[in-house]
């Protein structure tokens, strides 16, 4: 008995598919971030399980100070039981403020988010960190 052959245009089909999908970036918040300007960098913030995460005064300086000129970048990570949670905050010229949120890191889960914050989440490290935690929901 002989098998039923494939039309040639259902392979072609499911051959362009495949291809068109590859080229489609698999999370478009982290495909942002790495195309992102690069700004100058402020301390990096790093808090353990131990401690409640929050943002430190002057990393919250650092944002303020570069935001009118050539803007500034502030990463923080916090761990968690699911793993580490990084911030990437962004103070953009002209006063803007962005963050990215890269969840579980160490995965290749592509669990990236990208929001954008009203100013005032540079008012105070908890005010930032309200900011920053609405982001990842």
């Given amino acids: 008995m002989r098998a039923a052959r494939r039309p040639a245009w259902l392979s ?11 080229a489609v ?15 100058p960098q402020c301390e990096e913030i790093r808090v353990d399980l131990t ?4 943002f430190s005064q002057a990393g ?13 970048e502030l990463r923080a990570s916090f761990g968690e039981t699911d793993g580490p949670v990084i ?6 010229p002209g006063g803007d ?5 890269q ?3 160490h995965t290749n889960t592509h669990e990236w988010k990208h929001c954008a914050l009203d100013r005032d ?15 990842r929901s």
């Fill in 60 to 72: 919250l300086d650092c944002l303020d100070d570069g935001a009118p000129g050539a803007g500034a």
């Fill in 12 to 22: 072609l089909s499911v051959v362009l598919l495949l291809v068109s999908c590859a």
């Fill in 97 to 101: 403020v962005e963050v990215f949120v």
């Fill in 87 to 92: 911030y990437h905050v962004r103070a953009l």
């Fill in 25 to 39: 970036p698999l999370n478009a918040a982290k495909a942002d971030f790495d195309d992102r300007e690069p700004l």
């Fill in 51 to 54: 401690e409640l995460p929050a």
């Fill in 103 to 105: 969840q579980n890191p």
């Fill in 121 to 135: 989440a540079l008012s105070s490290p908890d005010a930032l960190l309200r900011g920053v935690e609405g982001c």
